[in-house]
């Protein structure tokens, strides 16, 4: 017993190569808010997020991970919509042991049916580049690769992708197992000496992640003022006082 949990503790504290935000799925208004729970293979545990809009063509979001890994924020911005189509920017930071920087372009689809209308289900994919400025091993990685995603119902949604490390590995290598490094790739370290995966490990650039919807709060909008109606009738003259004053003699 005192094993397994041992294990697990080290687990907790040493695991998570990277992680990556969870960006909103459809375009938020200012002071909207949505929030749930996401699993990823990048941490052990789920880990909390939440998204609020801030005007109507940026929104943030924070995420809280167990005990840490897993948490950042980050921040999106709307650059183009079209009907169903918009095109956005997210800047995110991470906390894990490999912690790193993304910057994601992201393009969006919603499914609309042509007869009535419709919205349905949204798709989207991105090219993302990762930057690890010291990771577990002391050491930086600068990664770029692509990702896709969808949310086909209201309370659930995934997203893939995989960022690579061309300095580190040739891309022919990816799925050679077991791997050794040659020639330029030989002074990189895939692993540590616990075992974990490095910040140049193909195994770092992987992400999988299944979102999972609470909620979503629209902003409550706002009554406009009442204002008096405007006529074209002049102004009416103030009556005159009538009284007559007498004078004394």
């Known amino acids: 017993m005192v094993r397994v949990a041992s294990t697990l503790l080290i687990c907790i504290i040493l695991n998570g190569c990277a992680s990556h935000p969870r960006v909103s799925s459809q375009r938020m208004a200012e002071g909207d808010v949505e929030y749930g729970y996401a699993f990823s293979v990048e941490n052990v545990f789920p880990y909390l997020w939440y998204r609020k809009g801030i005007s109507k063509r940026s929104d943030i979001g924070v995420r809280v991970g167990l005990p840490i890994y897993g948490s950042g924020l980050d921040y999106s911005r709307l650059l183009y919509e079209k009907e169903n189509k918009w095109d956005m ?126 909620g979503y709060r629209r902003a409550k909008k706002k009554e406009p003022e009442a204002v008096a109606p405007q006529t074209d009738r002049l102004p009416v003259p103030a009556e005159r006082d009538s009284t007559v004053l007498s004078l004394p003699r």
């Open 89 to 214: 920017l997210n800047l995110a930071w991470s906390l894990n042991p490999n912690y790193n920087y993304d910057f994601t372009y992201y393009k969006f689809r919603q499914r609309q049916n042509k007869k009535t209308g419709a919205l349905g289900g949204t798709a989207w994919t991105g090219i993302r580049f990762m930057y690890i400025p010291k990771g577990i091993s002391d050491k930086t990685s600068a990664r770029i690769g692509f990702l896709f995603g969808g949310k086909p119902g209201s309370k659930l949604s995934y997203e893939i992708g995989y960022f690579h490390d061309f300095s580190s590995m040739d891309i022919d290598s990816v799925f050679s197992y077991p791997y050794a490094g040659v020639d330029r790739f030989s002074e990189f370290d895939h692993t540590t000496k616990f075992g974990l995966p490095s910040e140049h490990s193909r195994h770092t650039g992987f992400s999988l992640q299944v979102f999972f919807n609470l």
